[in-house]
């Protein structure tokens, strides 16, 4: 790992312990174990460093999350369990992603420039999440991606408001939900066939 991604990685950190407020040059170099001023000679200004954080969330989503559901393009079984797996993943072993992604987004309501740079990176999520429901049959690929991934993002929020970190147990209660949301969402051509029909 590059000294940029690990200082972007400990940012991530930070930002999950400390909030936004937290977020300075020197919190990082601090969790980095790194010598004061490593960060603002890659970061030169905060906004730099706050741009560099959703760079890296996306690129964690792309490459941890993507990788993951790519596999199961043509199984709608084998997407549920990929999904529900990444979502405990996202409250127990990648919270602090989780909760980086949250504080950024608050953030992001009071300053245009982060919630541009937060809506790009979405963009590029759902793209790929609309491709991939457009082979699996959803009639309306790119709404039926908005649905599912606020409807994901709102049972993470839910998981780590509880707290609940027992993989076990938030798999058993994020599955139906996750279930009738991804069948939901591939049955629409059915019924949009069915209507139709004379």
Same mark, same amino acid.
């Given at each position: 790992m590059d000294r940029r991604t690990e200082i972007l990685d400990c940012a991530l950190h930070v930002l999950a312990e400390q909030g936004m407020r937290g977020l300075t040059?020197?919190?990082? !170099?601090?969790a980095a174990g790194i010598p004061?001023?490593?960060?603002? &000679? &890659?970061?030169?200004?905060?906004?730099?460093?706050?741009?560099?954080?959703?760079e890296r969330i996306l690129e964690l989503d792309l490459t941890i999350e993507?990788?993951?559901?790519?596999?199961? @393009?043509? #199984?709608?079984?084998a997407l549920v369990d990929s999904l529900v797996d990444i979502a405990v993943s996202l409250v127990t072993t990648q919270r602090y992603r989780t909760l980086a992604r949250y504080e950024l987004s $608050?953030?992001? +309501?009071? #300053?245009?420039? $982060?919630?541009?740079?937060? +809506?790009?990176?979405? !963009?590029?999520?759902?793209?790929?999440?609309a491709e991939m429901l457009q082979g699996l049959g959803a009639a309306d690929?790119?709404?039926?991606?908005?649905e599912l991934l606020a409807m994901l993002d709102g049972l993470l929020f839910t998981m780590l408001v509880r707290g609940q970190q027992d993989p076990c147990t938030l798999a058993a209660q994020l599955r139906p939900s996750?279930?009738?949301?991804? @069948?939901?969402? $591939?049955?629409?051509?059915?019924?949009a066939r069915d209507t139709m029909e004379p």
């Open positions: 040059h020197r919190a990082v !170099d601090t004061q001023g490593s960060t603002s &000679y &890659y970061f030169r200004s905060r906004s730099a460093l706050v741009t560099g954080c959703v993507a990788l993951s559901v790519s596999a199961v @393009r043509a #199984d709608a079984c $608050l953030a992001a +309501m009071r #300053d245009p420039q $982060l919630q541009a740079a937060l +809506m790009r990176a979405g !963009d590029t999520v759902r793209a790929f999440g690929a790119g709404r039926s991606i908005e996750v279930e009738r949301a991804v @069948r939901a969402q $591939l049955s629409a051509r059915a019924v």
